[in-house]
């Protein structure tokens, strides 16, 4: 079946500007994480959504970072007013249940200007 | 308490060699430490994971040494092949309330044909 999907694949943008990046989960996976993957960096925690659960934000780096997830589907990850140190890879992945195998998408590279 | 360290940052091995790779974790909390390569381009996959009650599990040509008393675990790859040149990482998971993952920083591996 199809897996994770993100998009856009890349994204460039200018210092200053709002970016929307999208994860589609596979269907019937009730959990989704994002992470941030700096150059030569392991990946960094972002926000966690379990469910109907309040999700977990404790990994976002600043209040220029915000995540929704609609229907318990579909997550969109924004960046407001976005700078330089935001570049990097976006990773989303989705559990079956809380806890296992997490199967990641193939990411969102972002550049900022 | 949350960090997990991973060594070395870069490895080159010759074809039929072993790559060995290390982690070392501080909170004894941790649950789950699975392993995952990543390949350019494409998001990270679950190579395989291992449970703190079990000091060895092996799958085809790879191998994770568990130690408990030491915070210690390792990923060991026999009979290393070129087309095993990829960025592993190594994670532990956290049980209680998110299941969050934390992850290691990386080793990039090239195996020399």
């Known amino acids: 079946g199809a897996g994770v999907s993100q998009s856009p694949s890349n994204k460039v943008t200018e210092k200053g500007k709002d970016v929307e990046l999208r994860c589609d989960p596979i269907?019937?996976?009730?959990?989704l994480y994002w992470y941030r993957q700096s150059l030569g960096q392991g990946l960094e925690f972002l926000i966690y959504?379990?469910?109907?659960?309040?999700?977990?934000k404790s990994g976002l780096p600043s209040d220029r970072f915000s995540a929704e997830r609609t229907g318990g589907s579909v997550s969109t990850l924004t960046i407001q007013r976005t700078q330089q140190e935001d570049s990097a890879v976006y990773l989303c992945a989705s559990s079956p249940t809380k806890g296992n195998e997490q199967f990641f998408g193939p990411g969102t590279r972002l550049t900022v200007l | 308490q949350q960090q997990v360290k991973q060594s070395p940052q870069s490895l080159i091995v010759q074809k039929g060699g072993i790559s060995i790779i290390n982690c070392a974790y501080e909170n004894t909390a941790f649950d789950y430490f699975p392993w995952y390569q990543q390949f350019p381009g494409k998001g990270p996959a679950l190579l395989i994971a291992?449970?703190?009650?079990?000091s060895e599990k092996k799958e085809g040509r790879f191998t994770i040494s568990f130690n408990k008393s030491a915070k210690q675990f390792s990923l060991h790859i026999m009979d290393s092949q070129p087309g095993d040149s990829a960025t592993y990482f190594c994670?532990?998971?956290?049980?209680?309330?998110?299941?969050?993952?934390?992850f290691g920083t990386g080793t990039r591996l090239k195996v020399l044909a």
């Open positions: 959504f379990q469910g109907n659960s309040a999700p977990d």
């Open positions: 269907s019937g996976h009730t959990a």
């Open positions: 291992i449970r703190p009650d079990v």
């Open positions: 994670a532990a998971r956290r049980p209680s309330g998110t299941y969050k993952y934390i």
